[in-house]
């Protein structure tokens, strides 16, 4: 199974064990001064350990002036022993491992202090950023080379040299951002000058077999007068003339919506990109690795097969699961936890300032492998755990992998609550899939479930429990407003269920996750529709790169959005809403009220826990309706302390 997956292939001298490369991701897991800290290589070693061929290092500054602080860096001698501490951990448990050198150019500017380094004067919020100077160019080029050299002592068994995502490099090579005049700009020759003259730096200061990476992007997405993907190949075979032997195929930049490729969201279809790359890899004769959205080792095997790509990225299918490879090696693939695109712990993560290191829904101990080790209970409990969202049965399952005896009761006929729901709206069907798989990840570990039978204070009483779990989720939202009971009044549940249909002109009230989603699944229905949202704008509980996916949706159904309106009355013919201190009336024939959702009321529950002096705890939707991220988290965290 999977052959060409788990065939080993050598570079120069670097041979892999399989085509599976983990890819330099964002952590914010590097120490405050840029230097490998153990929680990285924590990180890192149990990818290893899963299986995985290749591991590549975060992105690794290469020029200190510009480096901004919590990320890697490789540009002075002091933290080579860092470095070196990484590579020793991957070679020990079995991995190769490469460093990916880079110049952020504006993603520096998450650091304040860190000098912004730009291919030509750009204006930012009306600040103009000047282009950088001939002489730093050269001492960037310098600085590659210097951080190539100090990769080589520390042990890597690869460098990667990132040329995409308009960091510095991509920067010069595009036109739609180099506007210059001189030695480094105008013609496509000149603006290759600089990443070859990086890349020729980086092959001076490493052996000959040891084999150049280079990231790039297929192609300028959004961009006037961008990089085409005949641009691409036409660069590449310069690139290998210069000392590449590997196209890490890429999409995206930080400048327009083509962000959205960076880290692409369950919105973006599985392997996206991979089209792109075959085209890059027959024009250049190159080895190549496909990129984009490859997260099951069927897709991985097929992109292999049809001679698409030579290896395959499989990051945030690592995130999910560090045991991914080894469980596809071995056929466990009901084991798999499948990454679903959601981006709300690896990117939303990332970019949140308020959020320590990176983490994952599916994986709640991403960033914590030094802990992960379930530990068994030291005497077995008998849990009650009321109500079987993906909430409940994470807490179930970790229970019963650690020797306790939950039993989980669900009111509805089905396992995995409002997850389902969510997974009914459009491109979202993965979503599904993973809310049924805890369900079937119960099952298979012999979690004890009853199905159409709602906890009750009853229920609590008579039952020989030592502990009860209290997750039985959150219920929409029903304003009180004149209307609001008429027979053309639905809520975005149970149109997202199918238990109702609205048709016709429909108003959804709410432009929240949920109200854009229903908008969306309603107009592919046939609806027209408008969103009414009371705050400035829609989609503001969205991640950045969901919302960038859903607006362009929004558009391209040519659904209305009305923001800084409220919701008055529903009426005969349609809706009142106040705008702007006047009153108006808008027409439709259905409304769809979207406007959030809060817990269900569980009062009677802790009251019949605390009547029997049971430990309780209430978790998920239940304590606040919210992310499922944090739902999940917080599930598995209180069934390990259990």
Same mark, same amino acid.
């Given at each position: @199974?999977?052959?060409?997956?788990?065939? /080993?292939?050598?570079?120069?001298?670097?041979?892999?064990?399989?085509?599976?490369?983990?890819?330099?991701? $964002?952590?914010?897991?590097?120490?405050?001064?840029?230097?490998?800290?153990?929680?990285?290589?924590?990180?890192?070693?149990?990818?290893?350990?899963?299986?995985?061929?290749?591991?590549?290092?975060?992105?690794?500054?290469?020029?200190?002036?510009?480096?901004?602080?919590?990320? *890697?860096?490789?540009?002075?001698?002091?933290?080579?022993?860092?470095?070196?501490?990484?590579?020793?951990?991957?070679?020990?448990?079995?991995?190769?491992?490469?460093?990916?050198?880079?110049?952020?150019?504006?993603?520096? &500017?998450?650091?304040?202090?860190?000098?912004?380094?730009?291919?030509?004067?750009?204006?930012?919020?009306?600040?103009?950023? /000047?282009?950088?100077?001939?002489?730093?160019?050269?001492? #960037?080029?310098?600085?590659?080379?210097?951080?190539?050299?100090?990769?080589?002592?520390?042990?890597?068994?690869?460098?990667?040299?990132?040329?995409?995502?308009?960091?510095?490099?991509?920067?010069?090579?595009?036109? !739609?951002?180099?506007?210059?005049? =001189?030695?480094?700009?105008?013609?496509?020759?000149?603006?290759?000058?600089?990443?070859?003259?990086?890349?020729?730096?980086?092959?001076?200061?490493?052996?000959?077999?040891?084999?150049?990476?280079?990231?790039? =992007?297929?192609? =300028?997405?959004?961009?006037?007068? $961008?990089?085409?993907?005949?641009?691409?190949?036409?660069?590449?075979?310069?690139?290998?003339?210069? +000392?590449?032997?590997?196209? =890490?195929?890429?999409?995206?930049?930080?400048?327009?919506? $083509?962000?959205?490729?960076?880290?692409?969201?369950?919105?973006?279809?599985?392997?996206?990109?991979?089209?792109?790359?075959?085209?890059?890899?027959?024009?250049?004769? @190159?080895?190549?690795?496909?990129?984009?959205?490859?997260?099951?080792?069927?897709?991985?095997?097929?992109?292999?097969?049809?001679?698409?790509?030579?290896?395959?990225?499989?990051?945030?299918?690592?995130?999910?699961?560090?045991?991914?490879?080894?469980?596809?090696?071995?056929?466990?693939?009901?084991?798999?936890?499948?990454?679903?695109?959601?981006?709300?712990?690896?990117?939303?993560?990332?970019?949140?300032?308020?959020?320590?290191?990176?983490?994952? @829904?599916?994986? /709640?101990?991403?960033?914590?492998?030094?802990?992960?080790?379930?530990?068994?209970?030291?005497?077995?409990?008998?849990?009650?755990?009321?109500?079987?969202?993906?909430?409940?049965?994470?807490?179930?399952?970790?229970?019963?992998?650690?020797?306790?005896?939950?039993?989980?009761?669900?009111?509805?006929?089905?396992?995995?609550?409002?997850?389902?729901?969510?997974?009914?709206?459009?491109?979202?069907?993965?979503?599904?899939? !993973? !809310?049924? &798989?805890?369900?079937?990840?119960?099952?298979? *570990?012999?979690?004890?479930?009853?199905?159409?039978?709602?906890?009750?204070?009853?229920?609590?009483?008579?039952?020989?429990?030592?502990?009860?779990?209290?997750?039985?989720?959150?219920?929409?939202?029903?304003?009180?407003?004149?209307?609001?009971?008429?027979?053309?009044?639905?809520? &975005?549940?149970?149109?997202?269920?199918?238990?109702?249909?609205?048709?016709?002109?429909?108003?959804?009230?709410? +432009?929240?996750?949920?109200? #854009?989603?229903?908008?969306?699944? *309603?107009?592919?229905?046939?609806?027209?529709?408008?969103?009414?949202?009371?705050?400035?704008?829609?989609?503001?509980?969205?991640?950045?790169?969901?919302?960038?996916?859903?607006?362009?949706?929004?558009?391209?159904?040519?659904?209305?959005?009305?923001?800084?309106? &409220?919701?008055?009355?529903?009426?005969?013919?349609?809706?009142?809403?106040?705008?702007?201190?006047?009153?108006?009336?808008?027409?439709?024939?259905?409304?769809?009220?979207?406007?959030?959702?809060?817990?269900?009321?569980?009062?009677?529950?802790?009251?019949?826990?605390?009547?029997?002096?049971?430990?309780?705890?209430?978790?998920?939707?239940?304590?606040?309706?919210?992310?499922?991220?944090?739902?999940?988290?917080?599930?598995?965290?209180?069934?390990?302390?259990?």
């Amino acid at each position: @199974m999977f052959e060409k997956l788990f065939e /080993p292939l050598k570079i120069r001298g670097m041979e892999v064990k399989n085509r599976i490369v983990l890819p330099a991701m $964002g952590t914010k897991m590097a120490a405050e001064d840029g230097a490998v800290t153990q929680q990285i290589i924590d990180y890192q070693v149990a990818r290893v350990k899963g299986g995985c061929g290749l591991n590549l290092s975060e992105v690794c500054a290469v020029h200190a002036p510009s480096a901004p602080r919590k990320f *890697l860096a490789l540009h002075n001698d002091s933290y080579i022993p860092s470095h070196r501490a990484f590579c020793d951990a991957i070679h020990e448990a079995g991995g190769k491992c490469g460093v990916q050198l880079w110049q952020g150019s504006l993603a520096a &500017s998450m650091d304040p202090k860190a000098r912004i380094l730009v291919a030509s004067d750009l204006n930012v919020h009306g600040y103009t950023i /000047p282009a950088v100077d001939v002489e730093t160019i050269e001492e #960037v080029v310098a600085c590659f080379g210097a951080a190539a050299k100090r990769a080589v002592e520390a042990g890597y068994d690869c460098v990667e040299f990132h040329c995409g995502h308009n960091y510095l490099p991509h920067s010069f090579l595009s036109p !739609a951002f180099n506007h210059r005049e =001189d030695a480094y700009g105008g013609t496509f020759e000149k603006r290759c000058k600089f990443p070859l003259d990086c890349i020729r730096a980086i092959r001076e200061n490493i052996p000959q077999d040891m084999p150049l990476l280079m990231r790039l =992007d297929a192609q =300028d997405d959004y961009l006037e007068n $961008g990089l085409t993907i005949e641009d691409v190949i036409r660069y590449c075979k310069l690139a290998k003339e210069a +000392g590449v032997d590997v196209l =890490d195929i890429s999409r995206g930049n930080m400048i327009t919506a $083509g962000l959205k490729y960076e880290v692409p969201p369950i919105d973006i279809p599985k392997g996206f990109n991979v089209d792109n790359c075959a085209k890059i890899r027959k024009e250049t004769g @190159m080895l190549c690795i496909a990129v984009g959205r490859i997260n099951t080792p069927f897709l991985a095997e097929e992109i292999l097969e049809q001679d698409k790509a030579d290896l395959v990225v499989m990051g945030r299918a690592q995130l999910a699961d560090a045991q991914f490879c080894n469980k596809a090696k071995e056929g466990r693939l009901q084991d798999i936890v499948y990454c679903i695109g959601c981006d709300q712990g690896c990117y939303d993560g990332f970019t949140d300032p308020g959020v320590p290191f990176i983490t994952c @829904m599916r994986n /709640p101990y991403l960033g914590k492998e030094a802990q992960d080790q379930l530990i068994p209970a030291q005497k077995p409990k008998r849990v009650l755990v009321a109500g079987g969202g993906v909430a409940g049965l994470e807490a179930a399952c970790i229970l019963k992998q650690r020797g306790h005896m939950p039993v989980v009761y669900e009111a509805s006929d089905t396992l995995g609550g409002q997850f389902v729901t969510a997974g009914r709206a459009p491109r979202k069907e993965e979503m599904k899939a !993973a !809310a049924e &798989s805890y369900g079937e990840k119960a099952k298979r *570990l012999g979690v004890e479930i009853h199905l159409q039978t709602p906890v009750t204070a009853q229920l609590i009483a008579d039952g020989s429990w030592d502990e009860v779990i209290l997750a039985i989720g959150a219920e929409p939202i029903h304003l009180r407003i004149p209307g609001a009971d008429r027979s053309n009044v639905y809520n &975005s549940h149970d149109i997202l269920n199918k238990k109702v249909k609205a048709e016709g002109h429909v108003a959804v009230i709410g +432009g929240g996750l949920v109200g #854009v989603e229903t908008a969306e699944f *309603l107009s592919e229905q046939g609806c027209q529709v408008t969103v009414i949202e009371m705050m400035d704008a829609v989609a503001k509980d969205l991640g950045a790169l969901r919302k960038i996916c859903v607006m362009e949706s929004l558009y391209m159904h040519h659904i209305e959005t009305v923001v800084n309106t &409220s919701l008055k009355a529903v009426s005969e013919h349609g809706i009142l809403v106040e705008q702007e201190g006047c009153e108006k009336e808008i027409v439709c024939d259905s409304v769809v009220m979207a406007v959030g959702a809060k817990a269900r009321e569980h009062e009677a529950l802790v009251q019949a826990c605390e009547s029997k002096q049971l430990p309780y705890h209430i978790i998920g939707d239940a304590k606040q309706a919210r992310r499922a991220l944090q739902a999940i988290a917080e599930a598995h965290e209180i069934a390990r302390q259990l």
